[in-house]
């Protein structure tokens, strides 16, 4: 069975850096588009950022210009780099992958409805 696991997240003071991991199991990673998003307390859960099975990417305005997102395929992970976290990055993350491109980053359900059980950080000084 399809799974990813999350993981990095942690404490943080603002302007520091983080690196996030999704690590998928149970299916070839090559062939799927995989996208980061966060959910933070008492809101929805937003689109960060998003890697193509092709390696194109695609961005939120939240994440422009601070956050990186790559792929290593022979270790089935995808990768956030998040630097000049601010306290409004402060969210559960998550990550979820769909069969093929994508055209855009999109909205959560566009992703299914299989994912992980998320990783927190927190930006707080």
């Known amino acids: 069975q399809a799974r990813f696991v999350e993981s990095g997240g942690a404490p943080v003071q603002p302007g520091g850096s983080l690196r996030l991991s999704c690590t998928a199991s149970g299916f070839n990673l090559d062939y799927y588009s995989v996208g980061w998003f966060r959910q933070a307390p008492g809101k929805e859960r937003e689109g960060v950022l998003c890697?193509?099975?092709?390696?194109?990417?695609y961005y939120a305005d939240s994440a422009k210009g601070r956050f990186t997102i790559s792929r290593d395929n022979d270790k089935s992970t995808v990768y956030l780099q998040m630097n000049s976290l601010k306290p409004e990055d402060t969210a559960v993350y998550y990550c979820?992958?769909?069969?093929?491109?994508?055209?855009?980053?999109?909205?959560?359900?566009?992703?299914?409805?299989?994912w992980g059980q998320g990783t927190q950080v927190t930006v707080s000084s």
């Open positions: 890697i193509t099975n092709s390696g194109t990417t």
């Open positions: 979820a992958a769909v069969y093929g491109p994508v055209l855009s980053l999109g909205s959560p359900p566009l992703w299914g409805d299989n």
